[in-house]
């Protein structure tokens, strides 16, 4: 709670961090329900009134930010598929979503350990994000422990090696999977994996399902076809 507030906010300071995160602790000691934002946000605002972080936090707990980020999910949490589309989304509104989403999957990832697969989509576009970085690392080096797996895709790979905990997330995985590449962002991944001339070049010049699968000191191509039923189930989530 205290990183999403703070996401929200800009920033908190140590002050503020210490007064956030009392209240948080008092108002989910003294619930009878489970509590949403806006009941942080009512205390805190009752005993700071016109405080920065009340003042801010006002806007994202009343209108349209509050029924999205201070209400109940109306979302079948326990269905075999979920999916969560971000796209429609605005840039300013997409890390406290994320954040959200974060704090659920760990959550129900340690609750009930079952298998289970989890994939990130333009998961490069999160990476500026601290908060969300710091999360991506915990699940990467721990969802095996809870019988998961996770999957990360992205268009522009070389995005992971714009910062440590990037670099992190792009060699910790156990199996990759490397299409088709620019030369800049194939020379990115020559470096990081070890990669030959001939195995850049295989990625430079590779045409759809083409892949330099990666997996230890492995180095294979392969060709991964699609079975008509994706293709079916692909067009019948369209809605065509």
């Avoid at 999205?68 to 949490?77: G, I, K, Q």
């Avoid at 156990?174 to 990115?188: D, P, T, V």
């Amino acid at each position: 709670m205290l990183d999403l507030i703070g996401l929200m906010c800009g920033r908190l300071d140590e002050v503020e961090r210490a007064q956030v995160e009392a209240i948080t602790r008092s108002v989910i000691a003294n619930a009878l329900t489970t509590p949403v934002l806006g009941d942080i946000w009512r205390q805190l605002d009752g005993a700071q009134p016109g405080s920065r972080v009340s003042t801010i936090l006002r806007r994202w707990v009343t209108g349209d930010l509050g029924r999205l980020f201070s209400a109940p999910t109306n979302v079948d949490l326990g269905a075999d598929i979920v999916g969560f589309n971000l796209r429609d989304l605005s840039e300013e509104l997409v890390p406290p979503a994320c954040l959200l989403l974060a704090n659920w999957l760990w959550t129900a990832l340690r609750r009930d350990r079952r298998p289970r697969h989890l994939l990130i989509d333009e998961v490069g576009l999160l990476l500026e994000h601290e908060p969300i970085r710091r999360f991506l690392i915990r699940l990467a080096r721990r969802i095996r422990k809870y019988g998961g797996s996770l999957i990360l895709v992205s268009q522009n790979p070389g995005d992971f090696f714009e910062t440590k905990d990037g670099a992190v997330l792009a060699t910790n995985p156990s199996i990759l999977l490397l299409g088709s590449q620019k030369h800049s962002e194939a020379m990115k991944l020559q470096k990081a994996f070890n990669l030959t001339e001939r195995q850049v070049n295989y990625l430079e010049t590779a045409e759809r399902g083409d892949f330099l699968l990666v997996a230890g000191p492995n180095r294979v191509p392969v060709h991964v076809m699609v079975p008509p039923w994706m293709d079916e189930l692909i067009v019948k989530s369209r809605g065509h």
